[in-house]
Antibody
């Protein structure tokens, strides 16, 4: 089945970096963008950025510009999110998620079908 | 950046009632790329509606989405016990793909 499996929980000290992996299976990894979203405890969803696994092109939320880097290894169908200069406010669950897309005969153009597959989440705790 | 404002913040209803959740965008959403998600405690979000009004695979037909200009609505026609959760809208037409702040649907 189609799924995204993320790496395990991380505990980091302020100022350090964290790199979370997201392995795709059950579909062609390069056919759909990967988004990264985070959620602090009791808070809402916060969009961080997107990556096109085919081209490697990326886009980031202004808030994370310069601190987040999205990469991929197509040989193992895995996406990565690295966040640097960690602070306590970065403590959250981090999700990778697939933005589904494809040719729509109804629309007559390449269409995006929303974020339909989510990883299980990776808890990142930043604490001294 | 497109700002999405959801209302109400909390909605208290009983099973069997109709729920209407609102999401207002600060500007036009490209290609009506507006999605609704449901999230339950300890779980990842689940896609309900994409393209403002198309139900995702496997979503019951009691869930429906609509749009009028920059106003988007998620309607749950008859609430089932499993529908009580937090709901988010997201626009994915223009980067950054912003989320609304969420509406908590609770049992009255």
């Amino acid at each position: 089945q189609v799924q995204l499996v993320q790496s395990g929980a991380e505990v980091k000290k302020p100022g350090a970096s964290v790199k979370v992996s997201c392995k795709a299976s059950g579909y062609t990894f390069t056919s759909h963008h990967i988004n990264w979203v985070r959620q602090a405890t009791g808070e809402g969803l916060e969009w961080m950025g997107w990556m096109n696994p085919n081209s490697g092109n990326t886009g980031y939320a202004q808030k994370f510009q310069g601190r987040v880097t999205l990469t991929r290894d197509t040989s193992i169908s895995t996406a990565y999110m690295e966040l640097s200069s960690l602070r306590s406010e970065d403590t959250a669950v981090y999700y990778c998620a697939r933005l589904s897309s494809g040719w729509s005969s109804q629309a007559g153009y390449y269409y995006y079908y929303g974020v339909d597959v989510w990883g299980q989440g990776t808890t990142v705790t930043v604490s001294s | 950046e497109i700002v999405l404002t959801q209302s109400p913040g909390t909605l208290s209803l009983s099973p069997g009632e109709r729920a209407t959740l609102s999401c207002r965008a600060s500007q036009s959403v490209s290609s009506s790329y507006l999605a609704w998600y449901q999230q339950k405690p300890g779980q990842a979000p689940r896609l309900l509606v994409y393209g403002a009004s198309s139900r995702a695979t496997g979503i019951p037909d009691r869930f429906s989405g609509s749009e009028s200009g920059t106003d988007f609505t998620l309607t749950i026609s008859r609430l089932e016990p499993e529908d009580f959760a937090v709901y988010y809208c997201q626009q994915y037409g223009n980067s950054p793909y912003t989320f609304g702040q969420g509406t908590k649907l609770e049992i009255k």
